[in-house]
C-alpha cells in the first residue's frame, strides 16, 4: 500500500470518538473518582453518588476515608426484587466535614449471595446501620465484627424489608354492634 493510499483510507474512516468519562468538578471527588475508573459518578438532585462493584466497595470506601470523609451517616439497603438483575443495592452516605462534602456510594448484592465487604473496619460507626441491614434486609456484611440481630428478636425467621416477606396479620375480633332504632 502506497503512502498516498493509507491517507486517503486514513480520511474515509473516521476515528472513533472517545466519550470522556463525566468526573465531578470538586477537586476531592475528581481526584477519588479519578483514581477508579470502574466507578460510576452521577449527581443526582444536587447529590453525588458513586456507583461501586461490589468487589470494590471496601477499597473505594478506604479511598473516600483517606479523601477527608470522616464520617459514615449511615448505611441501608433498597429491595428490587424482580425489577433488576441485582435484587439488592446497599447504600451508605458519606460526610466530609472539612470539605463541607456528601456522598452516597452505591453497591448491589445478588439474590443468590447478598453478601458485601462491611465498613466497620473504616467507620466504625457503620455498625449498627449494617446489623439494622442485615436484620431487616438479610444482607451479609463480611468482616463485621459482630453481625446480629438489632431490632427483631434473634428466633424470628426472615427479615421483614424483604418486599417478598409475608405481611402477616393479626385476627382481629369485632363486639356485637347494636343498632338504636
Known amino acids: 500500500?502506497?503512502?498516498?493510499?493509507?491517507?486517503?483510507?486514513?480520511?474515509?474512516?473516521?476515528?472513533?470518538?472517545?466519550?470522556?468519562?463525566?468526573?465531578?468538578?470538586?477537586?476531592?471527588?475528581?481526584?477519588?473518582?479519578?483514581?477508579?475508573?470502574?466507578?460510576?459518578?452521577?449527581?443526582?438532585?444536587?447529590?453525588?453518588?458513586?456507583?461501586v462493584p461490589k468487589q470494590r466497595w471496601s477499597e473505594f470506601g478506604s479511598a473516600a476515608r483517606a479523601a477527608g470523609y470522616e464520617v459514615c451517616a449511615d448505611v441501608t439497603a433498597v429491595d428490587w426484587m424482580r425489577q433488576r438483575p441485582d435484587r439488592f443495592e446497599v447504600v451508605a452516605n458519606l460526610l466530609s466535614m472539612q470539605h463541607r462534602l456528601r456522598l452516597r456510594i452505591i453497591t448491589t448484592a445478588s439474590r443468590e449471595d447478598p453478601t458485601v465487604a462491611s465498613l466497620v473496619p473504616i467507620w466504625p460507626g457503620a455498625n449498627f446501620p449494617e446489623r439494622e441491614a442485615y436484620d431487616m434486609f438479610g444482607i451479609e456484611f463480611e468482616g463485621h465484627p459482630d453481625l446480629t440481630r438489632i431490632l427483631m428478636p434473634d428466633e424470628w425467621e426472615g427479615h421483614p424489608l424483604r418486599k417478598d416477606f409475608g405481611v402477616g396479620s393479626v385476627p382481629v375480633q369485632f363486639k356485637e354492634s347494636h343498632k338504636v332504632s
Open 1 to 51: 500500500m502506497t503512502d498516498e493510499t493509507r491517507s486517503e483510507l486514513e480520511e474515509a474512516v473516521p476515528e472513533e470518538e472517545v466519550v470522556e468519562r463525566p468526573l465531578p468538578e470538586n477537586p476531592v471527588l475528581r481526584d477519588l473518582f479519578a483514581a477508579f475508573e470502574d466507578v460510576e459518578w452521577v449527581s443526582s438532585r444536587g447529590q453525588d453518588v458513586a456507583r
